[in-house]
C-alpha cells in the first residue's frame, strides 16, 4: 500500500511551457487539474476549461438586494416610520431616494463581490497540501505549476509521473495531503 | 541585485524598463518592504507626519473640549475650512480610484505600476476627508446620529437632505475603495508571505492573504471579480464628487444653485488627485531607485490627465461666471463680482493663476519629461485647488442675499492646525503603508513583462 497523496505537481520555467502542459494532460484525459502561476494567465482559463463562475450572478444579487433595501429604507423612514412635511413636499419623494437607493446598490454589490470571491475560492485557507512542496514558494514569484490531483480517475502515480516527465519540467514532485 | 544594468533613461517611452524578469520585479518591490535597513528617508517622512500628527490630535482634543468656536466660524460663514477641507481631500482620492478602476475597465495598462499606491491615497485622503464633516458636527461624539438606526429618541435623518446623501457616499466610497485595494493586496501578500525570513511577518502576511496560492480556478474568478469592482467603482466614484456638489446645488445660496457643479467638482477632484499622485510619484521613485518600474512614460501620462482635467476645470471656470451673467440674477451678478473684486480677490485670482496658467506649461514636452517641474506643477495645482473650494465656500457664504449679514471669515490658528493635521495624519499613514505593504502592485507588473505572453506554436 502506498502512502496517500495529494496530487503530483510539476514546475515550469515560464507560462507558455505551463499552458502547453496543461493542454496536453487534458488531452491526455486528466480532469482534476489545477495549475499555479504568478498572475493571472488568460490562455491558462482556455487550457483547463475555467470559464463558467457564478461571481457575475453573485453580484448581480447583491446590487438587487441592496437597492431595493436602500429603496426600502428611505421609504419605511420618511412615509411610515418619522414622517415629517418639509416644505409641502410630499412624504414619499422618490426623487430624494434615488442617490441612496444607488450607494446602497454599490455598497451591497462590491460586499457580496469580495465575499463572492472568497466564497467561490474556498478562501480563506490556510493549509493546502500544495504548500508542503518546498519550492511551491516560488508559484508567488516566478515559477509555473502544474498539478495532477490524485482523485483524478486516471491518476496513477508511476504513470502519470512519468507522462508528467514527458513535459519537459524543471522538477516533479510528490504533494504530500 | 540583478537589476543594476537597468537603465532608466531607456524607460523613458515605456511603461517598465527592458531587463527586468518576473524574479527581478519580485524582489525588488518587496525588497522594500521585507528589508532591515529602512532608508532614511522613511524616518524623516515618518517623523514629520508625526509631528503634524500631533498637531492634530491637540487641535482636535482643544475641540472637543470647547467646540467648534475655536475655528474661526462665526455668521455668516458657517462652513469655513472644515468644508473646504472635506471637498479637497476628498478630490484628491479620486485619482486613485480613477486609476484603479477606469484606467483598468478602458485597458490602459500603464496603471498597473502606479495603481497600488493611488488607491492607498484614496484610502487616506477620504479618512482625511471624513474627519472634518466630523469634527464640524458640534458634537463630534455623536457621529453615529448620522445613520439611520432604531433609537430611543424616536428620530430619523431626513433623506431628501444632501447631506444625508453626503453620508452614505462617502461611506459607501470609503468601504469599496478598501474591498477593492485589499483584493488587489491578496496575491501580493502571498508574494510577501513566501518571501519573508521573520515568523512574526510571515504569520501576519499569511493571515492576511487568506491563503492565497495562486491557482488557476481562483485567479479565473479573481479577474471576474476585478472587473466587477472597477465596474461598480466607476459609477461610484463619479457619484461621490457629484453628491459632494449637491452640498452646494441643493441650496440656493448665490454662487453655488448652478446644475453645472457635478462635472465640474469631478473633473476639479480628478485633477488635484493626480497632483497628488505626481507629488507622492517622484520622490518615492527616486528614493527607492523604483525609476524602472514607475518611468517618465507614467508621468508624462499623469501630466497629460492634469493638464485635460485642467482645462476643463478652466472651462468650468469661464461657465461659472458665463452662467452668472446669462440668468440675468442680480443676486449671481453680484456673487461672481464679490469673488473677482470682494474681500477674497487675492484667493480667488490665486487660484486662477494656479489653475488656469500653471498647468498650460504642461503643454511642452521639455516640462513634461522633467520630474523636479512635474513636482513644482503638482504642488501648485493643489494649492490651487484648495483655495478654490475656499473660494466657492467662504465668499459666497460671506456675502449671500443682506449685505447686513455679510462678515468676513478669519481663520483660526487651530482652523490651520487642523488643516495642517490632517496632512500630517494623510503622511503617517502613507509612510506606514510604503514600509509593511508593496507600493506597487507585484503581479500586476508581471503581466506587463514581454515573458508573460503565451507564445502560441503555430497552427494550434
Redesign the interface.
Known amino acids: 500500500m502506498n502512502k496517500p497523496v495529494y496530487g503530483l505537481i510539476a514546475e515550469f520555467e515560464?507560462?507558455?511551457a505551463l499552458?502547453?502542459a496543461?493542454r496536453a494532460a487534458r488531452e491526455k484525459g486528466y480532469r482534476r487539474l489545477?495549475?499555479?502561476?504568478?498572475?493571472?494567465?488568460e490562455?491558462?482559463?482556455d487550457a483547463?476549461h475555467?470559464?463558467h463562475?457564478k461571481?457575475?450572478l453573485i453580484?448581480l444579487m447583491g446590487?438587487i438586494l441592496g437597492g431595493i433595501a436602500g429603496y426600502l429604507?428611505?421609504y419605511y423612514?420618511?412615509v411610515i416610520?418619522?414622517p415629517?412635511n418639509?416644505a409641502g413636499?410630499p412624504l414619499h419623494?422618490w426623487p430624494?431616494?434615488i442617490?441612496?437607493t444607488?450607494?446602497?446598490t454599490?455598497?451591497f454589490?462590491?460586499?457580496s463581490?469580495?465575499l463572492?470571491?472568497?466564497g467561490?475560492?474556498g478562501?480563506?485557507?490556510?493549509?493546502?497540501p500544495?504548500?508542503n512542496v518546498p519550492r511551491?514558494?516560488?508559484?508567488?514569484?516566478?515559477r509555473f505549476f502544474l498539478c495532477i490531483e490524485a482523485r483524478d480517475p486516471l491518476f496513477d502515480i508511476k504513470q502519470t509521473c512519468a507522462f508528467l516527465e514527458t513535459l519537459e519540467p524543471r522538477e516533479v514532485s510528490e504533494v504530500a495531503p | 541585485m540583478a537589476d543594476q544594468e537597468i537603465d532608466p533613461h531607456v524607460a523613458s517611452k515605456t511603461i517598465i524598463a527592458p531587463g527586468y524578469t518576473f524574479g527581478t520585479v519580485t524582489d525588488q518591490i518587496a525588497t522594500v518592504v521585507l528589508t532591515k535597513r529602512t532608508p532614511a528617508f522613511w524616518f524623516a517622512g515618518l517623523s514629520v507626519g508625526i509631528v503634524l500628527l500631533l498637531v492634530f490630535l491637540s487641535a482636535v482634543g482643544l475641540l472637543f473640549v470647547k467646540g467648534v468656536g475655536i475655528w474661526g466660524l462665526r455668521t455668516p460663514v458657517m462652513w469655513g475650512f472644515a468644508i473646504t477641507n472635506f471637498v479637497w481631500w476628498i478630490g484628491i482620492g479620486h485619482a486613485g480610484t480613477l486609476i484603479s478602476a477606469i484606467l483598468l475597465l478602458l485597458n490602459q495598462r500603464w496603471r498597473n505600476s502606479i495603481n497600488r499606491f493611488a488607491e492607498a491615497m484614496t484610502l487616506f485622503a477620504v479618512s482625511c476627508a471624513g474627519m472634518f464633516p466630523i469634527l464640524h458636527l458640534g458634537r463630534p461624539w455623536l457621529a453615529y446620529w448620522l445613520f439611520p438606526y432604531p433609537n430611543t429618541m424616536g428620530v430619523q435623518p431626513n433623506f431628501r437632505s444632501p447631506l444625508v446623501w453626503d453620508v452614505f457616499a462617502v461611506s459607501t466610497y470609503a468601504t469599496v475603495s478598501l474591498l477593492f485595494w485589499f483584493v488587489g493586496l491578496m496575491p501580493d501578500l502571498a508574494t510577501l508571505r513566501d518571501r519573508t525570513h521573520n515568523r512574526v511577518a510571515r504569520f501576519a502576511y499569511g493571515i492576511l492573504a487568506m491563503g492565497w496560492r495562486g491557482s488557476a480556478k481562483h485567479w479565473s474568478i479573481y479577474e471576474t471579480a476585478s472587473l466587477l469592482l472597477a465596474g461598480l467603482a466607476t459609477p461610484l466614484v463619479l457619484s461621490v464628487h457629484t453628491v459632494v456638489s449637491f452640498d452646494f446645488t441643493i441650496a440656493i445660496v448665490p454662487g453655488w444653485h448652478s446644475t453645472f457643479f457635478p462635472p465640474y467638482f469631478v473633473a476639479g477632484a480628478i485633477y488635484s488627485g493626480f497632483a497628488m499622485v505626481l507629488a507622492l510619484a517622484i520622490p518615492l521613485r527616486a528614493v527607492y531607485g523604483l525609476e524602472g518600474l514607475i518611468t517618465d512614460k507614467h508621468l508624462e501620462n499623469s501630466a497629460k490627465v492634469m493638464l485635460a482635467t485642467g482645462l476643463i476645470v478652466g472651462y468650468a471656470y469661464m461657465m461659472e461666471f458665463f452662467s452668472a451673467w446669462y440668468t440675468t440674477n442680480v443676486y449671481e451678478h453680484a456673487a461672481i463680482w464679490n469673488r473677482m473684486t470682494g474681500p477674497y480677490k487675492v484667493a480667488y485670482w490665486s487660484l486662477i493663476s494656479c489653475n488656469i496658467l500653471a498647468p498650460q506649461f504642461l503643454w511642452f514636452k521639455q516640462i513634461r519629461s522633467k520630474p523636479a517641474l512635474l513636482f513644482l506643477s503638482s504642488i501648485v495645482v493643489l494649492i490651487g485647488m484648495w483655495l478654490e473650494r475656499y473660494v466657492i465656500i467662504v465668499s459666497s457664504l460671506a456675502q449671500d442675499y443682506l449685505p447686513s449679514s455679510w462678515s468676513i471669515f478669519q481663520a483660526t490658528r487651530w482652523d490651520w492646525a487642523t488643516y495642517i493635521g490632517t496632512i500630517g495624519l494623510f503622511l503617517f499613514l502613507f509612510f506606514l503603508f510604503i514600509r509593511l505593504l508593496p507600493m506597487i502592485s507585484i503581479f500586476e507588473v508581471r503581466t506587463l513583462l514581454p515573458q508573460a505572453k503565451v507564445e502560441e506554436e503555430v497552427g494550434n
Open positions: 515560464n507560462p507558455t499552458v502547453a496543461a489545477d495549475a499555479y502561476t504568478p498572475f493571472p494567465i490562455e491558462l482559463t483547463l475555467l470559464h463562475n461571481l457575475s453580484v446590487g429604507l428611505q423612514v420618511t416610520y418619522f415629517i418639509i413636499r419623494s430624494s431616494y442617490i441612496i444607488f450607494e446602497m454599490i455598497l454589490a462590491a460586499i463581490c469580495v463572492g470571491l472568497l467561490l475560492c478562501l480563506p485557507m490556510p493549509y493546502h500544495t504548500f511551491f514558494a516560488l508559484a508567488s514569484r516566478n
